[in-house]
Structures are given as structure tokens and as C-alpha cells.
């Protein structure tokens, strides 16, 4: 209960060993993980978690969704020094991608409004909730604040059905991705649906032309 951030490679070895067949006289036992070997995940946003991931054999999740400035860099670390492990023989990278899709281009960037509300209240010391969207909100932006949206919501695919499909096959060629997972913060919820239908769409195109 007093370990720090130093003593986080010690804890996650001993969850994994919570989730492996318990020892006779072992005094902690994981009820009912014990033997049920979950797969462990390391979720990140710099280049400690991708080492980490690395060392142990874990596949690595990386927060690009958010915080995209380290994600090439700690692809590239993460799959140089990875170690085959009883989980896993192969790096394994999944990123995090904001995916706004709409029948149009334009309804697209209308809904994504509302991430970027959230992202410049954010930085401007005010959080809250996700907001409606707002016509024309990029008009209203100072150069500071683009520029902080730009580089935190780089990793962005938004648009038409179309754009969508050429925006995951682009992202997935430049980064190698074995599995993304995708997030739509839309403040309406059937567009929100209709934005996942639309992705889930893009994926079966792009699965089909290999």
C-alpha cells in the first residue's frame, strides 16, 4: 500500500501472479481470478509503459487518442525490445484513435466540436462535461488553442464514410497497428452510434481489400 511509481514493474509481476494457478501454502489468493490467466494489458502514454510492456512480454495499449506526442517513438521501442512470454510470442501494439464519421464531411467536424470544448475548457482550468456541438467552433479558436487541439487530437480520423475508410487505412500504414480501439466522444447518442456503424463499415471495407 506504500509503494510509488518506482515499484509499478514489481506490482504488475505480482498481479500476473494473482491470475496463475495458486500455490499450496500461498497466503493471497485471487478469488476467483486464481488459474484464470486474464490477460494482462500495459496502457500507456509515454516510453516507460512501452519498456515495460516490452520487458515483461505484454501486448501495449498506447493513449495516442489523447496524448499522441511519444506514440511512434514508443511503437518503435516497444516492438526493438520486446521478449517473448508465456501470453505472448509477438509484440502486440493497439492504439487509440478518435473517430468522428458522418454522412458528411462537414457534419463530421460539427460533431467533433464537442471533444474540442472539452480539450480547450480542459487547458483553460475549467473541466466539465461533454457539451452540444457548435457550428463553426474552429472560427472561434485562438492560434494557442489550435495549436493544443492540434497536437492532442492529432490522431483523429473525421469525416464521411469515405474520408473515414482512407483516414483508418492511412493510420493503420503509417503506425502498424494490430488493433485499434476506437472512441467517438459525439454528444448525441444516435449519432454516436451512427459514427460507430459508419467505422464498423470502413473496417469491413478495408478488411475485404486485405
Known sequence: ???????????????????????????????????????????????????????????????????????????????SRFRPSEQLQRPHVMLGLNVFAADSDEEARRLMSSLQQVFVNLRRGRPGPLLPPVEGFEAQLTPLDRMGLEQALSCSVVGSPETVRRGLESFIARTGADELMVTSQIFDHAARLRSFEITAQARDALARTG
Open 1 to 79: 500500500m506504500a509503494s510509488d511509481v518506482d515499484t509499478f514493474p514489481d506490482d504488475v509481476v505480482e498481479l500476473m501472479n494473482y491470475f496463475r494457478p495458486a500455490e499450496p501454502d500461498q497466503r493471497v489468493r485471487a478469488v476467483p481470478g486464481a488459474g484464470s490467466k486474464v490477460p494482462i494489458w500495459i496502457l500507456g502514454s509515454s516510453l516507460f509503459g512501452a519498456q515495460l510492456a516490452a520487458a515483461l512480454g505484454l501486448p501495449y495499449a498506447f493513449a495516442s487518442h489523447f496524448a499522441p506526442g511519444h506514440m511512434m517513438q514508443a511503437i518503435e521501442l516497444y516492438r
